[in-house]
């Protein structure tokens, strides 16, 4: 039996052979751009920091940097005065009200000096026998510039303040505030162990401890003997933060003695000045 050949259908037609279309200019693939000189062979940690340094600063960042440190410093100011004020501000009120009371009471000092000098000159300038006041004053004056000056032994009213160290802590600097504290409230004379304190003291520390004034080596327990009002020279000393506190915190013991009578008997020579002269001559 022989294999029929089916009918073709007669509307069926050829379709074209496929032509391949050409790619598009969006479509064709990108070829990577060549590498930028020296960049060959750069790991990923380099490449970041080729990218950050050097920096690249701008106008606005300059103005922002500059802003920030201004407000640092402005905040590290009130930090420092916060920081000084600390003592006062945590004191108590009784505290608060003996400084001040303090404060008056050399403020009244001072008007008492001003008020004394000016009756000497009403007394110069009225005086019938002015040569005679004015050799009274002369004297007067002289022996108070003795007192002042260390030439001349002084008593009075005052108090008297002893410091132990027995561990060797207390260094010049801490004795020379105690110092300061005491002429500020007044004292007219102080003398430590057997040395009379001047307008010209200094004080430095001594090799093996202890502590040199002018020259001379004293050591603990540190004697001051201090002529002035006692109300006034105590309370500087004991004020939130001051001479007796610092002391402690070195564990240092501190008394501090009210008495009528200091006597200062340390003298020191009259030392004639090499070049100053009066200019009254």
């Known amino acids: 039996m022989s294999a029929e050949k089916k009918p073709e259908h007669r509307h069926r037609k050829e ?21 930028a000189p020296g960049a060959q062979g750069l790991t990923g940690r380099q490449r970041l920091v080729k990218g ?10 300059l103005i922002v940097a500059l802003l920030l440190f ?40 001072l008007e008492e000096e001003k008020r004394s000098l000016e009756e000497q000159r009403t007394g110069l300038e009225n005086s019938s026998d002015q040569a005679e ?25 005052g108090i008297t303040l002893a410091i132990e160290d027995k561990k060797g802590a207390i260094e010049a600097d801490m004795l020379l505030d105690a110092i300061q504290e005491l002429r500020a409230a007044g004292a007219e004379a102080i003398q430590i162990n057997d040395v009379r ?12 401890g202890g502590v040199r004034v002018d020259g001379r080596k004293v050591g603990e327990p540190y ?37 009528e009578k200091i006597v200062v008997s340390a003298l020191r020579p009259a030392k004639r000045p090499d070049y100053a002269r009066s200019s009254s001559q």
């Open 15 to 35: 379709l074209p052979a496929e032509v391949p279309s050409e790619p598009k200019a969006s479509e064709t693939p990108e070829t990577p751009a060549p590498p």
């Open 223 to 259: 004697l001051f003997k201090v002529i002035g009002k006692p109300q006034d020279l105590e309370p500087a000393l004991n004020i939130p933060g001051g001479v007796v506190q610092t002391l402690e915190k070195e564990q240092a013991t501190v008394t501090v003695t009210r008495s």
């Open 197 to 208: 304190v001047v307008a010209s003291t200094h004080l430095s520390d001594a090799d093996g």
């Open 133 to 157: 006041e004015a050799r009274k004053q002369t004297v007067e004056r002289e022996r108070q510039l003795g007192i002042l000056a260390g030439t001349v032994a002084a008593q009075g009213p």
């Open 52 to 61: 950050l340094w050097p920096p690249r600063v701008t106008r606005p960042q």
């Open 70 to 109: 201004v407000l640092g410093l402005g905040l590290a100011i009130q930090v420092r005065s916060n920081n000084d004020s600390s003592a006062l501000r945590g004191a108590r009120q009784e505290d608060l009200v003996r400084i001040l009371d303090e404060l008056d009471d050399r403020t009244q000092r």
